[in-house]
C-alpha cells in the first residue's frame, strides 16, 4: 500500500496542474466541499469562490509550481504537505510563498481541506 505522502505529493502536483490548467473538472474533486484557502495576502476563500474565480478567468495562474522538496507530516487520515512554490498570474516572476495544504481521507479518497500561502519577502 502506497504511503500518505506519496499519495499525496503526487495529489498535490495533480491539484497545481489542473489549477495552472483551469481544469476544474480534474480539481473540484480534490478540493473537499468544506475546502477553505488563505492567500498569500491575507484573503479568505472558500471552495466554490476560488474555484469559481478560475473558472471565471478572474484568478488565472500561469505558474504554481513547487521549487523545494515536498514534505509530509501524517500517515492518515489526515495529512499536511508543505513546500516552497512560486505562483505568477501573468509573465513577470511572480511571488514565492511557503504553501501548506492540509489533506484528509474522505470515504477512500484524499482531498485537499485547508490551504495556507505565506508570501516570503527579501530580509534586509
Known amino acids: 500500500m502506497e504511503s500518505a505522502a506519496s499519495v499525496v ?3 498535490e502536483r495533480q491539484r497545481l496542474r489542473a489549477l495552472t490548467e483551469a481544469d476544474l ?3 473540484g474533486p480534490l478540493h473537499a466541499d468544506g475546502y477553505w484557502l488563505i492567500t ?17 478567468g478572474q ?8 521549487v ?11 495529512a499536511v504537505v508543505r513546500y516552497r ?7 513577470g516572476p511572480g511571488i514565492s510563498c511557503w504553501h501548506t495544504d492540509c489533506y484528509q481521507l474522505r470515504d477512500g479518497a484524499w482531498q485537499a ?5 505565506t508570501a516570503i519577502t527579501a530580509v534586509r
Request: aromatic letters at 10%; glycine letters at 8%.
Open 40 to 56: 498569500p495576502n491575507g484573503s479568505e476563500m472558500t471552495k466554490d469562490d476560488y474555484l469559481g474565480a478560475i473558472a471565471s
Open 68 to 78: 523545494s522538496e515536498m514534505t509530509v507530516l501524517g500517515d492518515g487520515p489526515v
Open 59 to 66: 484568478l488565472r495562474y500561469t505558474v504554481f509550481e513547487p
Open 113 to 117: 481541506t485547508w490551504s495556507q500561502a
Open 9 to 11: 505529493t503526487d495529489l
Open 25 to 27: 473538472a480534474t480539481a
Open 85 to 91: 512554490a512560486r505562483i505568477s498570474f501573468d509573465d
